[in-house]
């Protein structure tokens, strides 16, 4: 099969972009510093080594420690929190229309992977949740403000999310832009406010935060790659390995990069402790695509609650359709044992959430 | 449209580029200044308001405006350089540089940070960024589903360029390049606690309780709200147009190092300058007729003060929040003397000059 040679590009590629520091990195003075290069990724014959073991003996020791760790209440105690956090940070005040519609799409529910990432890497470098929960909320204000204008009828047109009816359907597209608008206003306005967090914090670290989520939700970011998306849908030609991931990088993982890059700022991290949480932020955000893209090959309908095949029949590119369903697993495992790797330097002790959170979107079956 | 196209500076105004006259005291300045125009609701009355300064200590804000305009708008092309994916700097640009953009948010904002003694280049980033969160909510009010404006400043809109979807992500990508320009390019001899508090009001501004809430009241009256009841009708020029100058004149107070007394007065000054624009703007449109601020640089308010109080009630609105302004200039004036000028300037020019040059086009 054709797919086969293609194996060494296709970590090239991977390696290239997430290496890359003009694919990624801010311009800004003060995040000069924070630029170390991506670790290299490991030839491809050790790569198929590692796969073949299944998993590194790092990794594997790491997941030993991690063993007792009750993942999935630490989910939902931290989403439960978030949850709070947000009902009181967007209180229904006058005007009530717009802030019901901001409250409607925030409050919807769903498993805020984004704040639990934002707290979990606050507490790795041993900030604790009510520190890190005002940056933590911004970041969900913006992955729904992102969501809500992605619903648009001029954009996707969806008239559903998260199984309610979506923001517009309720109330109208113009209140829907502007609550869009109002949310990510509110993002940044919220994270500045030393009001909300619990005791003295550093207005230096906070500033530092808010250029890094700035860069990663902008027209170098989540922005970017909702426009290189737009462009590559719709076109007769495959779209190119290194335009894929530049989209999911972009797209996906750069608010993911924010969450925990910011935590990580308010949380008092060194700059060798957030670097390495970015690149675990950008490994998991891309092993999210490539796991969704393999899931919907390899799933019903019925098993992933959400229409399967859907990618194949809307000509979506794909990494199955474009290195095959074997390599694309290949590049799963090697996109988790990296995310895991970057977790060494830290005190074991305070490492499970995250590992677990790879874990969970590396093994997800929906 | 005077805050639409060019800048209008109508002759007849005793703008001239003589020097201050040192000896002049300030108090007397204030006093001597006619300001008071009697609300008989005949539009003249408006046009023989005589300037806040007198004469004699006449400010040349234009010169003063227009060598600050090419300043800002050399950082804002910097600030936006085109990049990959090209279409969306593209896009940004469109909005953000459009030529005769009159940048009257961010003039205030600089001359209320030089006015309280700070530095210019303090309250230059932020400048910047109070104009590209401006284009963003106008690049969104222009949409389809919202007013569906096809021109803008004279040339098509944004969405009519670029389409709605990069449209959309052209003003969702504006909000965060604006926070990052002020931390990234705001001099460290400005405090963080003084950044936070700067983008903790700009977030405000835009936010759901005022220019978004102010553009929802307006687009919306059948909302729950009627938008063209009296009360109401005011509460949207607050939000829409009094809340971006009032941040304009704090933030720049802020950011010059303005104490609490201070940044309160130009908050206060910022927003009846904001509303006194727009009232005289519907006083305007009202004399001329027909209502088609399409072409403007600003934002359209369907809501008319006019329409809903009638025109003597909204001349005398023009007198109330001139006479709110002149109270806190003259605080601000009393405590740093000639820096007020160009504050005064602006209050002068928000009443002067679109009757000026209407009247002069007009007969």
Known sequence: ?366 | MAFSSTLIFSPHLPHSKLPLPPCLSRKFRFLSSPLHCASSGAFTTLASSSSLLSPMSSFDLRSYWTSMISLIQSELDAAIPIAHPERIYKAMRYSVLSDGAKRASPIMCIAACELVGGDRSAAFPTACALEMVHAASLIHDDLPCMDGAPLRRGRPSNHAVFGVEIALLAGDALFPLAFRHIVGRTPSLVPPATVLRVIAEIARTVGSTGMAAGQMLDLLPDAGIQAREPADVMLVLEKKFGELAETSALCGGLLGGANAEETAALRRYGRAVGVLYEVVDDILMEQRGAGSNGHSGKMKSNASVVGALGMDRAMEIVDELKEKAKKELKYLGDKFGDGVLPLCGFVDYAVERGFVVEAVGRT
Request: with cysteine; charged share 20%; glycine share 8%.
């Open chain 1, 1 to 366: 099969m054709a797919c086969f040679t293609l194996v060494p590009s296709t970590l090239s590629g991977a390696c290239a972009l997430l290496s890359s520091p003009s694919s990624f990195r801010s311009p800004l003075p003060a995040m000069a510093a924070l630029r170390r290069p991506f670790l290299t990724y490991p030839s491809a014959a050790a790569i198929a080594k590692a796969v073949e073991k299944k998993s590194t003996p790092s990794a594997a020791a790491a997941t030993e420690v991690a063993v007792e760790f009750d993942f999935k209440g630490y989910m939902l105690g931290k989403a439960e929190s978030v949850n709070r956090a947000l009902d009181r940070a967007v209180p229904l005040t006058h005007p009530k229309l717009i802030h019901e519609a901001m409250r409607h799409c925030l409050l919807a529910g769903g498993k805020r992977v984004r704040p639990v990432l934002c707290i979990a890497a606050c507490e790795i470098v041993g900030g604790d949740e009510a520190l890190a929960m005002p940056p933590a909320c911004a970041v969900e204000m913006i992955h729904t403000m992102s969501l809500v204008h992605d619903d648009l009828p001029f954009m996707d047109n969806d008239g559903l999310r998260r199984g309610k009816p979506a923001c517009h359907v309720v109330y109208g597209e113009p209140v829907t832009v502007l609550a869009g608008d109002a949310l990510l206003a509110h993002s940044f306005g919220h994270i500045a406010d030393t009001a909300n967090y619990p005791s003295a914090v550093s207005p230096a670290l906070l500033v530092r935060a808010i250029a890094e989520l700035s860069r990663c939700i902008g027209s170098e970011g989540l922005v970017a790659g909702q426009v290189v998306d737009m462009e590559s849908t719709g076109i007769e030609e495959t779209v190119a390995l290194d335009r894929l991931e530049y989209i999911h990088l972009h797209k996906t993982a750069s608010l993911l990069e924010g969450a925990v890059v910011i935590g990580a700022i308010v949380g008092g991290g060194s700059d060798g402790e957030i670097d390495r949480l970015r690149r675990y932020a950008q490994c998991i955000g891309l092993l999210f695509q490539v796991v969704d893209d393999i899931l919907d090959v390899t799933k019903s309908s019925e098993e992933l609650g959400k229409t399967a095949g859907k990618d194949l029949v809307s000509d979506k590119t794909t990494y199955p359709k474009l290195i095959g369903l074997e390599k694309s697993r290949k590049l799963a495992e090697e996109l988790l044992r990296d995310a895991k790797s970057q977790l060494e330097g830290f005190d074991p002790a305070k490492t499970a959430p995250l590992i677990h959170l790879a874990n969970y979107i590396a093994y997800r079956q929906k």
